[in-house]
């Protein structure tokens, strides 16, 4: 059995890590002075959003649009497809890998988290968590306010009504809403 190193690798390896280990702590300064930039952007500019973005991110989409405010740990775990829009007031705690396809609509306050913490007490309070990866398939709309938790996949073209908490996997090509979420109906 191959062990992990690094509090990073175990980040990502979905394993229990410490958040304020100095490798993290330097991307997530990195990521905050680079989202400040970005927020303060002027509305005319879009060509230094995507800039800023093109930097922040791992990867960011031709034609996407991704209005401020934007918030996110670090930045270097999200991926977002081409022609994919995410309105005002995000936030996208990429403590683990973010993937957005193609075409995907996000609506003004949507969350996303892959960041979690055992349910144990002592563990918990220790200062440890973990991370799970969430992936949004093309054509899917996110509804204002939904809130993606931890290691969820959303199927391609699913609509997820606003204020949705979605804790669970969701199939292709369904509307789904509720707290929790759940399959309302094929489209």
Request: proline residues 5%; charged residues 20%.
């Amino acid at each position: 059995m191959t062990t992990i190193t690094g509090q990073k690798a175990k980040m990502l390896a979905g394993e229990l890590y410490i958040a304020s280990d100095p490798e993290l702590s330097a991307a997530h300064l990195r990521a905050q002075a680079l989202l400040a930039r970005f927020n303060a952007t002027p509305a005319d500019a879009a060509d230094e959003r995507c800039l800023l973005l093109t930097e922040l991110l791992a990867r960011f989409g031709q034609e996407t649009v991704l209005k401020p405010t934007f918030r996110c740990d670090y930045g270097f775990n999200i991926v977002i497809g081409d022609r994919t829009f995410i309105n005002f007031d995000c936030v996208f705690l990429d403590c683990n890998r973010i993937t957005i396809g193609d075409e995907v609509q996000i609506a003004p306050g949507v969350h996303i988290y892959t960041a979690t913490h055992p349910l144990e007490a002592k563990a918990r309070r220790s200062g440890v968590e973990y991370a799970l990866p969430v992936s949004i398939g093309d054509g899917v709309w996110l509804g204002g306010g939904a809130i993606v938790g931890p290691g969820v996949t959303i199927g391609e073209n699913t609509v997820v009504g606003a204020g949705s908490v979605v804790i669970r996997d969701l199939p292709a090509n369904v509307v789904a809403a509720g707290n929790p979420c759940r399959v309302i109906r094929p489209l």
